[in-house]
């Protein structure tokens, strides 16, 4: 085989996107072997293009057994000897090698972030034989042809070796501090019930949980206090407007009651009206956070779902890179070529022509910079394939958002007439757009109404239509929802852009916490009581916060990755000695709390017949066949029970049947697609299935 | 000793956790007062059948007004 260059890039989809636009007559070849799939593409020499398959080397203990900490001492290996399940990672690391014995230049050409640097050193160290100090970096934020040929022709001279180092620490610091506070609480858990549970903390996944665990409290605490306020109408011209009174809350019934006994039926007085124009600035172009946070508020994507979109998006070369901190467009990245590009979209033809016939494009920024991508942006090219209807929406979300940004302020005309009953004053408030500006192209996900007065003048009489105490109480505060923890997390500066969507989802399946709208499970209680308790450093937002800002400062060559790791040894080694003197009481504590997650989990609902029990899934000490029973059964009450499918798994589908309301159960088999069961055996649904049921076989019957 | 609300063991009369629901029952029922002049017994019937009062404080209140029966 003739001499090559071969280019290593994150993905298979980055692989053949990077190998089509760099063949110089776009005719790459694909070739699999071992399941390995890897693309050969000729320009001025032979490429060979071969994606690695996200990390392929992972951190892992250098000798010793799994059951003990501390543990200090790792070293990097291929990720099928470490994860049962990255045993597809063998071939890929072999198909590279022997790629690589035969490549004569290298290049990464892997995502220019930390997980992206770390994938393309550790895949050139490891895989292709320490070739780390001769491979050259393409570097680009979008997998359009001109970027990548861009990239090609113009590569960095050598790999980003303090973004290297600084991911390797990152991902050092994890392990040391994951393994070693997980199996602190497994072992320990395990040790006291002699039942293996995986338990699992980690730096940053600790604080996220102690946040959630706080606001918690606050609302399982929380005692609602009671106030009023008056809720009025009045009538000008046939139509009825609601008005504001003056104080918005009262603290005593009684001051209330007196406004509603001296305004209610009286004829006010327009006093003054007060008209303000307000200029509203366009938003700041997307980094992945605002981007995740937009996608939540409008779809109800979760952070995780909308960066894996985003990814998918950037693979398919629509939009750019997205796993970004930056919220600014520099020009380099020609807006009036993505604009011209957009334009042939006839959706986007007349709001992209409005801004191409500007003499001047100028995006609103925002403050944050980050050194290796721009914010996200379209690329302006259109979708090689029918996207989901997911992708639709993120896509034209990005798409708006980008035109947004050189959109005019738009101008908002406000109105406040103060309306004077009997002493007391109402306002009366209306809103109305006089310029749209940016809003015309981010139309779709605006939200705020127009609330259109009639004319009015001062000294009309208006007459009190509607008049009345409202009788409220204050709320706790807002549970977290993946959207805004994720935003909280941002805002402490914990975790990074790559991680942090990760880091939420653990503390799901985990069982730590459950629902959209974050609740704290027993367990999520339990084991960010017995970290606050013994080891309150692990769970300290300024001490993680602390050892990012060191592990950023790598980045930038201002900081020294022994150092880190030292310091981070040297405040594990305390923590880890507390825990193993109190390992008694931890796994006591522990070994309760997943006892009670364990029956949790098997509760479907509440009895039917006797009301008091809870339906739960149960076993026979007998036959070992599995059953739904009462918990009152056990006091000698209540003998209801159904039965259940004896095969597969079945769990709480924390849903009640539409038919009967009665709690369902989903059942899980293999070679069939999983359902929902209703055990209920007078269901109105099942009648009626039985009786269409028979109708068919009827028709056929005749 | 065991919590009144939950029976967990405890330091004091209720654990860490319906403590915390405890104090903000007692802090609270000077708002209630000031703004409705009502009884202890009432405020605490109040507040267990509001839907916005949190579970632990639900429970304290209802051990609070079995206790007062």
Redesign the interface.
Known sequence: MENYTLIVTEKPDAAQRIAKALDSQGKHEKIEENGVPYFLAHRDQKLVVVPALGHLYTVVHQRGRRNYYPVFNFKWAPRYSAERRAKQTRPWIEVISRLASNAENFIAACDYDLEGSLIGYSVLKYACGDKEGVAKRMKFSTLTKNELEKAYEEPLPSLNFALIEAGRTRHEVDWLYGVNLSRALTLAAKRWSGRYATLSTGRVQGPTLKFLVGREKEIQSFVPTPYWSIRSEVEIKGSAYEVDYETKTFEKKADADAVVEACKGKTGEIETIEVRKLRQKPPIPFDLGKLQTEAYSLFRYTPRRTSRIAQRLYLEALISYPRTSSQKLPPEIDYRAILKKLSEKAIYKKLASDLLGKDELKPVEGKKEDPAHPAIYPTGNMPERELSEPEKRVWDLVIRRFMAVFGEPAIKQSIKACIAVNGHHFYLRGRRVLKEGWTRFYKPYIRAEEVLLPAIKEGEKVSMKQMMREDKFTRPPPRFNPSSLLQKMEEEGIGTKATRADIIETLYSRGYVAEERIVVTDLGFDIADVLGRYCPRVTSVKFTRELEEKMEKIQTNNEDRVNVLVEAVNQLKPVLEELKEREQNIGQALSKAIKRARMQERIIGNCPDCKTGKLMILYSRKTRKRFIGCTNYFKGICTTSFPLPQKGTAKPAQKNCKGCEWPLVFVRMKGRRPWMLCFNPDCPLKEERRKRDEMQSLREGS | MKCKACEKEAENEYCE?HE??YR??S??YD??K???DVSWKQYLSE?AK?P??????REVAESLISEIR
Do not use: F, H, M, P
């Open positions: 956790l915390k629901a903000n029952i802090r609270e708002v209630w000031k703004a409705s507040i509001n916005y009062t949190g579970v632990w404080a």
